[in-house]
């Protein structure tokens, strides 16, 4: 029984450990962080294009919390820039999505006119064994999404919004904290690895406990 107990203990630190190699965390805008882009930045959907999100992976936000806000919203609230609606909101100044499933997630500013400056940000979360679906820009050439209902963003430089997708786990218009988490390695050269020092911590107890169990 003890030796079944250990095995079974072993194999879900194993999981635990395969599960944080593969995440990765990407900081948004870069150096930048969550701002309006200058004018000869490339904007956060172009950067979005060019990045494979992976479930398990996570956004950091880094902005000035005084001054502004990350909204997780629905698309129709993407293209309106409508910062009263929302499914969730951010304001400590260092905050950390996870990219919890797959589909799209539709991202904008607290200030409707950095919304309306293009601080906005559409992610496609590939599903597992599958890559993420881009969304096709006007004039671009790339191949074309899936249609939906949902109206093209009207602003110069922003992606069409891709097929909606389910809601958010949280209640709407509810605020979230996120906790800056501690930096680690890249991947495709677009954020920092994501810190698995708890998922550690959880390996060590699950070892401890099937010497014990032995």
């Not at 891709?162 to 050269?189: E, H, I, Q, V």
Request: net charge negative.
């Amino acid at each position: 029984m003890a030796s079944s107990s250990c095995a079974l203990l072993g194999l879900a630190c194993f999981v635990l450990l395969a599960a944080a190699a593969g995440a990765t965390q990407y900081k948004v805008g870069g150096d930048n962080g969550w701002a309006v882009p200058d004018a000869t930045a490339e904007s956060f959907n172009t950067w979005a294009e060019k990045t494979s999100f992976q479930i398990g992976d996570s956004l950091l936000f880094v902005y000035p919390k005084d001054k502004d806000s990350v909204l997780l919203v629905e698309p129709a609230d993407y293209n309106a820039c409508n910062t009263s609606s929302y499914d969730k909101q951010f304001d400590d100044g260092s905050t950390s999505v996870a990219l919890d499933r797959a589909g799209a997630f539709f991202f904008i500013s607290g200030v409707e006119a950095n919304c309306r400056a293009n601080e906005k940000l559409i992610v496609m979360v590939a599903g597992a064994g599958a890559p993420a679906p881009a969304p096709d820009r006007q004039g671009s050439g790339s191949s074309s999404s899936p249609s939906t209902s949902a109206p093209v963003p009207s602003k110069g430089g922003g992606a069409p919004v891709p097929p909606s997708s389910p809601k958010a786990p949280a209640a709407k218009n509810s605020t979230a904290k996120g906790a800056p988490p501690a930096a680690g390695t890249d991947r495709n050269g677009a954020g920092a690895g994501l810190a698995v020092a708890g998922l550690v911590a959880s390996v060590a107890g699950c070892v401890a406990h099937a010497m014990l169990a032995l």
